[in-house]
């Protein structure tokens, strides 16, 4: 575990591109020979990390939308986790591990699951909402799950690139679908304005 976590600090600090394993151990305090004898290569200690942020999160999110919470709510709670999730490097985490299987077909291939992982995930609440609402055409569950993920992960990716609300409204957008979840979760009585 301590070195899982140096590996992340570094990673936060210098980016997938210049992490070494030398550095890990000396930020773990660790011989480099531990970090070879566990992991083997760079490559699969940072995998490692991402596989270890990934679990926590996506069962904390699976638990998340499991409870009896409208799906407005469900959907807010998710916007606060995005909130923790970028301060504590997961984010960061991800998208160099993403950034990196961009030009390396196995770590794509290790990514690509723990990525999917989320869109399956919220493929299952779009089940649920169908259970519940009725159809939800002309759309399947796998769209809506695309419609619902892809935007956390575009603000993921203009966010790390430092744009912040002032330049692009990201964060303040995806709570506002929250408010539009509510207006079709609970519409107004007739007459009375929202």
Known sequence: ?????????????????????????????????????????????????????NERRLARQAAMYGAEKPLWEQWLQACDFFDDDLESGYVRVLMEMTAAGWSNPEIAEAVSPKVQGWFELLAEVAQRAVKRFGSLSPFTPEELAALAGLPFLGAEAVILLGLDESKIAGRPALRKIGELLRMLEEPPEPGRPR
């Open 1 to 53: 575990m301590r070195i899982l976590a140096a590996a992340k600090g570094v990673l936060l600090d210098v980016g997938y591109a210049n992490v070494s394993t030398r550095g890990i151990a000396e930020a773990a305090g660790v011989p480099l020979s531990q970090i070879h004898y566990h992991f083997g290569t760079k490559q699969n200690l940072m995998l490692a990390v991402l596989e270890m942020e």
